[in-house]
């Protein structure tokens, strides 16, 4: 049963526009979510992150928001780079690991 | 800054052929992960460790197994690989802190082919 999903597997966005990346959670236990980012032939690298006790958190270009009713995240990235191509992951804390999404691959077209 | 490695990138073995993969992490981290990537499926953990000779299982574990005989290396065992082990396999580590929720660090990864 897939804890954390990501029901997109690709999103497509222009140069300069936001880009929004989206996460459903069940447990509404979890209480704190990640965000990495993963180029091809690289490991993923933590980008963000957010505790339950908020709502925003907020680096640079990348903004992360959290609906706790809705046990939804979204990962927002204005304005979007061409660098900012790559799979997105969602992840929450649960029984001292990271359960992960299964990714969200955006392509920033110049 | 910390750095996670594996013994190789790229790996091409056969059916029934035993594989090691070898992680080493500089930082000292108490905790080490095992996944493996595949397209749709996201990062799935196979093992994870907590401490020098501690393992426990992840989501996926069948037809792996793991050692962790030193804090800093975290091998990962296919005792008889098989085609549908063909993926990319990730090692990541961490400290935890009390109170602190840790950032898993990971390496470059290996492209594991069974062919």
């Known amino acids: 049963d897939q804890q954390v999903k990501q029901n997109s597997p690709s999103l497509s966005v222009q140069e300069g526009r936001i880009s929004i990346l989206n996460c459903d959670y069940t447990?509404?236990?979890?209480?704190?979510f990640l965000w990495y980012k993963k180029y091809p032939a690289e490991g993923p690298t933590f980008l963000i992150s957010i505790s339950s006790i908020k709502d925003k958190n907020e680096d640079g270009r990348f903004t992360v928001f959290l609906n706790k009713s809705a046990k939804h995240l979204s990962l927002h990235i204005v304005p979007s780079q061409p660098g900012d191509s790559a799979v997105y992951f969602c992840a929450t804390r649960g029984g001292g690991k990271l359960i992960f999404g299964q990714g969200t691959e955006l392509s920033v077209k110049p | 800054d910390v750095k996670v490695t594996q013994s190789s990138r790229y790996l091409v073995k056969r059916t029934g052929e035993k594989v090691f993969l070898e992680c080493v992490q500089d930082?000292?981290?108490?905790?080490m992960f095992w996944y493996r990537q595949d397209p749709g499926l996201g990062l799935r953990l196979i093992y994870f460790s907590y401490d020098v000779k501690m393992k426990e299982k992840g989501d996926i574990p069948e037809g792996y197994s793991v050692s962790r005989e030193k804090k800093e290396r975290f091998s990962l065992i296919l005792e008889s690989a098989s085609t549908n082990q063909t993926s990319m396999y990730l090692c990541a580590s961490s400290s935890p802190h009390r109170g602190i929720s840790e950032t898993q660090y990971f390496g470059p990864g290996t492209r594991l082919l069974v062919l």
């Open positions: 447990n509404s236990m979890f209480d704190y």
């Open positions: 930082m000292d981290h108490e905790n």
